[in-house]
């Protein structure tokens, strides 16, 4: 691999691409809800939103350095290899965010950075050191995945407490919270112990904490069906389109109750539960442009 794809890798990598990709797409699924439609302006303000999700998960990448050294599921990473300094890694990240708040300003509104800088001081300063502390950080975490849609929606034209786009906020952040217990919990808890981080484990049997997840499953998949009563969206065949998706979601991640491994089980409703919430954000996109 050549110098400059090495660097592009790490950098990728510091930025955790793929989670700030699903950031920036539902970002544009609340703009065209509230534009109707896409347009040039979207073009800078994904890319603002990208950068600084990328910023703030390369900031996250320094924060837990030493933690992501002791886990399997992040040994890996940039850091913790020696593939990155932590001065490159610092500059990739004040980078990413100044280079994605301007972005983000220049496109749209002061209102819309604002909440975009929201997002990275409740990751970074609110919701990561949380995680040290209790084994429930992942519920106060969830707004990170809620804000997203209101930075789209905001530049797009509408209120941050329109009731509407409220709705979709609040089902962005019912489904981070299974995708981070499902993730911790696919990887064992046992692992985050050693690591230095509390986990569900130490407080339910896996019985259990399979029974609360699923509860939160389903709550997510009733949150999305509650959304068209908002009337974000007016074509019946999107909503029946989620109301679909929700029936889906609920039966393939059932299997959790009767997994007796956990492990396995887990591993395919967070795969489930993350194909869910791109088939929402897709419908809600194509029911922005079709209203």
């Not at 939103?49 to 030493?66: D, K, P």
């Not at 484990?201 to 068209?228: K, N």
């Not at 887990?266 to 795969?271: G, Q, T």
Request: charged share 10%; hydrophobic share 55%.
């Amino acid at each position: 691999m050549s110098t400059t794809r090495r660097h592009v890798d790490t950098i990728l990598r510091l930025g955790k691409a793929r989670i700030s990709s699903l950031a920036t797409i539902s970002m544009i699924a609340g703009y065209v809800l509230a534009h109707g439609n896409v347009s040039w302006p979207l073009v800078s303000l994904t890319l603002g939103v990208f950068l600084l999700a990328c910023g703030s998960s390369a900031l996250n990448q320094i924060q837990e350095r030493e933690i992501d050294g002791r886990m399997r599921r992040t040994m890996g990473r940039p850091l913790p290899t020696g593939r990155a300094s932590l001065a490159f890694a610092a500059a990739v990240s004040s980078g990413c965010l100044i280079a994605g708040s301007l972005a983000i300003l220049w496109s749209s509104n002061p209102q819309a950075m604002a909440l975009g800088i929201l997002a990275v001081v409740w990751y970074n300063v609110v919701y990561t050191p949380l995680k040290r502390v209790t084994a429930f950080a992942a519920v106060p975490g969830g707004v990170v995945g809620a804000i997203p849609p209101v930075i789209g929606w905001v530049a797009g034209g509408g209120s941050a407490a329109d009731p509407r786009i409220l709705a979709v906020a609040f089902f962005f952040f019912m489904w981070q919270i299974p995708h981070f217990w499902l993730l911790l919990l696919s990887t064992g808890g046992e692992e985050y112990e050693s690591a230095g981080l509390p986990s569900l484990t130490r407080f339910f049997s896996l019985e259990q904490i399979a029974r609360i997840t699923f509860m939160w499953i389903l709550g997510t998949a009733m949150v999305c069906l509650v959304i068209p009563l908002f009337g974000v969206i007016e074509s019946a065949w999107i909503n029946m389109g989620l109301f679909v998706a929700g029936l889906w979601l609920v039966w393939r991640s059932a299997r959790i109750l009767r997994s007796t491994t956990g492990g396995p089980a887990f591993r395919h409703a967070f795969k489930h539960v993350n194909l869910y919430v791109c088939w929402v954000i897709s419908l809600l996109a194509i029911g922005g442009v079709l209203s």
